[in-house]
């Protein structure tokens, strides 16, 4: 079957996208009315775009692969096919060799005693610790069927919010990747060329070109040393990144970036609040719910405080005390969560200021790709420009002193 890539509506308005296979654009249609959703597009081949290219998972298995296995195992289970049974079914028609492999491993542990939980557990460089506790919760209260439609929309949801980042800060690193290499090439071609030709006229160069030139021999004759270089700059940053004093250095001085910080710092409380709102949801304890939430934060400093939070709320402290201690987390945080403990729907608080903080990052994103897409063209346009500058000035001089004679 042909695979067609969709743009949606949930009934509250969130987009969502995604593929799907399907004899037909109306049949996939269809299949989206009843999940619930507003089909805007359906599209067997949509091009390329930065934000596909985002989405590709080298080596391992694509979410989007987990997502239609969630929803599919949800249906299975939901028509009353055994556990069993559906896993080997969809451990067949998995197009993804890992996760095939990943699937027909679980059905084996499973077939040897284990439960669902801890045979997926035993596949971690698959599962998150998100997916396998609360598949464990949904078979300790009979809800498998609601849990994985959950962990499918959660992460529909997770990859449309990365998609969209990371595909709005490849395009200009993209930009920024080509300028260097055609610089580089310049350097390494033009230069020389016009250098010796200016040697033959016997003109003397004026100070622009003399620092392209100057680039240029550096270049050629020194490249391996440059790149050497370079290449011990980036291991050293990215040993001292692993250990721990380093991590949390770099991880706090990202926080501190103009424009980038506050949209780190947002990206991480989107993400603790997705989070800690689907394990609550799913009937998570509060201390598990929290302790897994700090292990999927990126950001060791966000990750540290929601890891603080747990002590406290074991010696009877409410959840907004240590949150709003934290100088990361802007106030209406930890009001919110207040009003949400007194009330006794901190979950449905949660979900408001995750609707409300995944916008916050749609809208810094949407308005920082439009402020660096002409930043960098202006930067570009003034390297070539003073490239051509330094090769063209000596031309003048040179036209000068024979109109002189």
Known sequence: MPKFYYTAKTKTGEERKGDVEGS?????ADLLRSQGLIPLNVDENPGFSFAQLSEMNVGGVPMNEKVVFMRQLATMIGAGLPLLQSIEILS??????????????????????????????????????????????????????EIFVRLADD?????????????????????IIVMVVVVAILLMTMVPQMSNMYEELGAQLPLPTRIMVFLSDML????????????????SFISYRKSDGGREVTDSLTLKLPVFGKLIKDIQ???????????????????????????SLGNIIFRKTIEGT????????????????????????????????????????????????????????????????????????????????????????VGESIGGI
């Not at 997705?274 to 201390?287: A, W």
């Not at 308005?367 to 002409?374: A, D, H, I, R, V």
């Open 155 to 175: 992460m529909e949801a997770q990859r449309t919010f990365r998609s969209k980042v990371r595909g709005a800060m490849i395009y200009p690193l993209i930009i």
């Open 220 to 235: 050629i004759k020194y490249w391996w040393l440059i790149l050497s270089i370079l290449a011990i700059i980036i291991g």
């Open 92 to 145: 067949a028609q998995a197009q993804n060799k890992a996760f095939s492999k990943a699937l027909k491993n679980i059905v084996e542990n499973i077939r040897g005693g284990s439960n669902l939980a801890d045979a997926m557990e035993a596949q971690k460089n698959v599962f998150d610790e998100i997916t396998i506790n609360l598949v464990r919760v949904g078979e300790e209260t009979g809800k498998l069927e």
């Open 269 to 295: 409380i989107a993400d603790f609040t997705r989070t800690l709102e689907l394990m609550l949801v799913s009937g998570v304890d509060i201390s598990r719910s929290l302790e897994i939430t700090a292990a």
């Open 310 to 397: 747990v002590k406290s709320i074991e010696k009877g402290v409410p959840l907004a005390v240590p949150i709003s201690q934290d100088p990361n987390f802007p106030i209406i945080v930890s009001q919110m969560i207040a009003v949400g403990e007194e009330t006794g729907k901190v979950d449905v608080i949660l979900g408001k200021l995750n609707e409300y903080y995944t916008e916050e990052v749609n809208h810094t994103v949407n308005n920082l790709t439009s402020l660096l897409e002409p930043i960098i063209l202006v930067v570009m346009g003034t390297v070539v420009g003073f490239i051509a500058i330094s090769i063209y000035m000596p031309i003048f001089k």
């Open 24 to 28: 037909s654009k109306a049949q996939v």
